[in-house]
């Protein structure tokens, strides 16, 4: 019985806890890499350029008018422009790589 309840809990580590802690890694690590003339996605769907970076936020110019909005670091999603609903696909970036 016991052998079952710790052969339950490695299948939980391994299959849902440590994706999720790569995952949050990752991110974390992509939102403290970003740079001036980054091209960003926020989480709410705002695409813009990065125009400076401070310590907990920066501030994107988002289309041509020049408008600059300050964001904290936690609301960027993605590095480029997301152009998948789930923002796992590929990013305008990647494409041009290719």
């Known amino acids: 019985m016991i052998i079952m309840v710790v052969a339950m809990l490695a299948i939980f580590y391994f299959l849902l806890i440590r994706p999720e802690n790569k995952?949050?890694?990752a991110a974390a690590q992509m939102r403290s890499e970003l740079a001036v003339?980054?091209?960003i996605?926020?989480?709410g769907g705002?695409?813009?350029t990065i125009c400076?970076?401070?310590e907990d936020t920066i501030v994107i110019e988002t289309s041509a008018d020049r408008?600059?909005?300050e964001f904290t670091k936690w609301a960027v999603?993605?590095?480029g422009t997301q152009t998948t609903e789930?923002?796992?696909g590929e990013t305008k970036d990647s494409k041009d790589k290719k």
């Open 41 to 43: 996605t926020t989480i």
């Open 77 to 79: 999603s993605t590095k």
């Open 37 to 39: 003339g980054d091209q």
């Open 23 to 25: 995952k949050k890694k």
């Open 67 to 69: 408008v600059r909005m």
């Open 46 to 48: 705002v695409v813009g």
């Open 86 to 88: 789930n923002g796992v």
């Open 52 to 54: 400076a970076v401070k």
